[in-house]
DNA sequence: CCGTCGATGTATCGTCCCGATACATCGGAG
DNA sequence: CTCCGATGTATCGGGACGATACATCGACGG
């Protein structure tokens, strides 16, 4: 999931770990953020895998006579998405399946990125989504019906705020899935390129 | 997190591993499931700290020329909080800081068990609950406004919709909050002992 | 001119939790 | 009688987190 974002931020330019990580967190939600302690060793992934690239220039080289202070010697680094970066951020922009909404951290993630996401993909995954956040529904509501009697009044207020947040989350996805329906409908009819995205205001 | 919801289910009656990770379902909500691979550990570690006893007669003595097959001999084991486990298990219970509600999946089982929380720390923990998301929203709406420009359509979808589950999540706590100054006061009226955690059902 | 304070910045450690997986037992349906 | 699904215990690798340490730099006031 980390993954996904960093590559996806670094595609649009690239960064030090302390900004992506602002980025992150504004980009998440705002309430989900994202410690260092997850994000330096998902960099460090990246880069082994070849993802991205350092400007590091290795500590090891060039200063033999060069001693002042000499201690840490910490720099800042800036990290760069190479090609396979890129084609591995859009194969996995591309994925549609159980993967892509199962998780709703993952989902989130995905939204975030949906400019970068075919309007058929995306389609799909909202539609997915969908479906996932509505068994939880069915299952916290019939769960709820056959322990209605049991339960506390706490626990049970839990259980019904979270059934009205499945609630409206399923509804939320519908308004998205219904507006991306109008606007594919809208895009055919100007004969515009159909997978184009649409933009924050589509017609100003 | 864990040791709080398993003494408090333990609190109520011993169970194997596989009963509490059902019991712990229901109570967390629903959605919010719990892993074995999470479970086991966490009742090693309250075994270790003597928080809880196993009937596991230990599988070295008793049987000198028994073994018809000898595998395995994987046995079920039943948990049961000791004194300490009680004592533990109030004393997290009667904490009402920061440490109560700033991360809102331990307050979940607070709430879960709300009915073995003193009526003032009750209180304390809803008040506080609803300070921290208050705040939360706060930072959300600040960064909405101060983004709202440069952010596409979806991002800003997923923080609309953000924003509307913690504005729903503070008016539910301001419910909550309610109910129990107007219980608090009608058990005052009544004469009844303070601190009584109000039935499902107080005035049928 | 200096100190220190907050923002920027890199990095690790211990701990917790999760998904996947393996294995064992048992009651009942076919 | 056999197979299947529910019950049940347990571990493994990996990812994420909070806390923490350390370093640099600009600004601000004394």
Redesign the interface.
């Known amino acids: 999931m980390l993954e996904f974002a960093i590559l996806g931020l670094l595609h649009q330019s690239p960064m030090h770990g302390y900004e992506l990580r602002k980025q992150l967190a ?2 998440l ?3 989900r953020s994202i410690s260092y302690g997850s994000l330096y060793p998902a960099l460090k992934r990246l880069h082994a895998a070849g993802y991205v690239t350092t400007d590091e220039p290795d500590p090891r080289a060039p200063l033999p006579a060069d001693a002042p202070p000499l201690t840490g010697r910490r720099g800042k680094v800036v990290y760069t998405i190479t090609a396979e970066g890129k084609e591995r951020f859009h194969e996995l922009v591309g994925q549609s399946g159980p993967e892509a909404y199962d998780d709703g951290g993952l989902f ?1 993630v995905r ?2 990125f ?2 970068h996401t075919a309007a058929d993909v995306r389609l799909r995954v909202l539609e997915g989504r969908r479906r996932t956040v509505e068994l ?1 529904r069915e ?2 509501r019939a ?2 019906s056959r ?1 209605r009697e049991r ?9 019904r ?2 059934l ?3 609630d ?2 399923v509804r ?1 996805l519908a308004e ?1 899935i219904d507006r991306e329906l109008t606007d594919s409908h809208q895009r055919r009819a100007d004969g515009a390129e159909p997978g184009d ?4 205001s589509p017609r100003p």
């Open positions: 504004q980009v939600g705002g309430l989130g939204l975030a949906f400019r939880q299952g916290l769960s709820l322990t339960l506390d009044r706490y626990t049970l207020e839990l259980q705020h979270g009205e947040s499945v409206r989350e939320w998205l995205p649409p933009e924050t």
